[in-house]
């Protein structure tokens, strides 16, 4: 057996895990300088709880192998992730979330994400210090669900408030972060949370950055088509964001400007051709589901237009007004959007009238409203703690220095280069 898996072993077994991780870190290519016999080996003769630090270098050899045995890598890492040391986990940050990149990656490339939703789901629970940190793993678990299309499992974690991040190197890569926040925009939308999904897609996109990523680009195409879906017309982005995004991205998002451009003029003929027209694009991009959806919501939304001009209408001259085919579409889309609570309408089927009525207040609105107050106070409370603390960070002051002496910040902590 290895010599340094030996002494790396004998570390932990003696309590010492700032030498043990200090050991490992220093000398991890040797670690895992193993042959399938050791490995089996290593596994057999100790406990993953006890032997973290070693197990993590096995299965950090094994998920790599070009053939994996499915039927014995996952009970493995099922066994690893219920049952690793935290503190031993985090001693090694950088190979214990590069295991479950890995680990994810090799799934969806199978098209097996489902295997991997609870090993990754535990360990996303068990590995932060709290559940306010953000750690690199957050985003394969959000990857998993999506590409199983089981989105349930990765919904906690995506509703948490994050405070801190856990940084697996001396420079935290923010690769990790857009692509938590592009995941879970991508989720919201699955679920037709598109307030939700809005909200994520502009965090992707706040992100600071000194060069946009492809990420940024995807979550950017979506963001316009789901600004369509959720408010009729693009919103712009906030101050924080990236100065970069709206200046590089107006010429590969050329097609979905246009199409928000056609969708605000609530033509629906406009719109529907340059779906049509743009369609390849749209679909090499992943979004012709979206495209088709923003098609539709034109046609509603042009129903709700209606309501701020007409009292009382006919369902027929309503049809005309919305290029819909007769009365009867009408009516079906009518109740619909009642059902939704798009519009507040009654239908006289007799007369084959439309009554349109003001919008309805929410019983329950003082009470939303109020936790929003007490969520948004505990959020700005948190971010003045945050902003203390920066502020007296040397490293921070010594930048801050050096930046007002006219060098700038050459090294961009948050620099997002490729990511996909």
């Known amino acids: 057996m290895a010599t340094k898996v030996e002494e790396l072993m004998k570390l ?32 057999a003769s100790c406990a993953p709880g006890d032997q973290s630090l070693v197990w993590l270098a096995v299965l950090s050899v094994e998920v790599k192998q070009p053939l994996i045995d499915w039927s014995v890598f996952i009970p493995l890492i099922t066994n690893f992730s219920e049952n690793f040391s935290p503190e ?17 990656e090799n799934l969806c490339v199978n098209r097996k994400a489902i295997l991997g939703i609870n090993s990754v789901r535990s360990i996303v629970q068990r590995y932060p210090p709290n559940e306010h940190t953000l750690t690199a793993v957050h985003s394969d678990l959000i990857q998993l669900c999506l590409a199983a299309k089981c989105l349930k499992p990765c919904l906690p974690y995506l509703a948490r408030n994050y405070t801190e991040l856990l940084t697996e190197k001396s420079q935290f890569d923010s690769k990790y972060v857009v692509l938590y926040f592009y995941y879970g925009g991508m989720t919201y939308t699955c679920l037709h949370d598109y307030l939700r999904a809005l909200q994520l897609f502009t965090m992707c996109l706040c992100v600071p950055a000194i060069a946009v990523s ?21 919103i712009q982005l906030p101050k924080c964001a990236s100065h970069l995004v709206e200046r590089v991205f107006k ?28 369609r390849e694009s749209f679909i090499s991009d992943g979004n012709y589901g979206l495209v088709q959806r923003v098609v539709s919501q034109l046609v509603r939304h042009n129903v709700q237009r209606l309501t701020m001009s007409f009292i009382t209408l006919s369902l027929e001259d309503a049809a005309q007004r919305v290029d819909l085919s007769d ?12 059902e939704d609570g798009d519009i507040n309408a009654c239908i006289n089927q007799k007369e084959e009238m439309i009554v349109f009525s003001d919008d309805f ?38 930048k801050s220095g050096t930046s007002r002496g006219g060098g700038g910040m050459d090294d961009d902590p948050f620099a997002d280069d490729q990511l996909m």
């Open 251 to 278: 010429s590969p998002c050329g097609h979905y400007l246009e199409l928000a451009k056609a969708y605000a003029t609530g033509d629906q003929l406009a719109t529907k051709q340059l779906a049509s027209k743009f």
């Open 327 to 338: 009365s009867n579409e009408m009516e079906k889309m009518l109740r619909d959007m009642i």
């Open 12 to 43: 932990i077994s003696e309590g010492k895990l700032e030498e043990a991780g200090k050991l490992a870190r220093e000398e991890w290519g040797q670690i895992t300088s193993l042959d399938s016999t050791q490995r089996e080996s290593l596994l």
């Open 88 to 104: 031993q986990a985090r001693l090694h940050p950088q190979a214990f979330c590069d295991l479950i990149h890995q680990f994810t």
């Open 214 to 234: 492809a990420v940024m680009l995807a979550a950017y195409k979506k963001y316009i088509l789901v600004c369509l879906l959720k408010y009729n017309k693009m």
């Open 361 to 398: 207040v929410d019983d329950n609105c003082a009470q939303t409203l109020e936790a929003r107050l007490k969520e948004c106070m505990s959020l700005q409370q948190e971010m003045s703690k945050a902003n203390d603390q920066l502020s007296l960070n040397p490293r921070y002051i010594q």
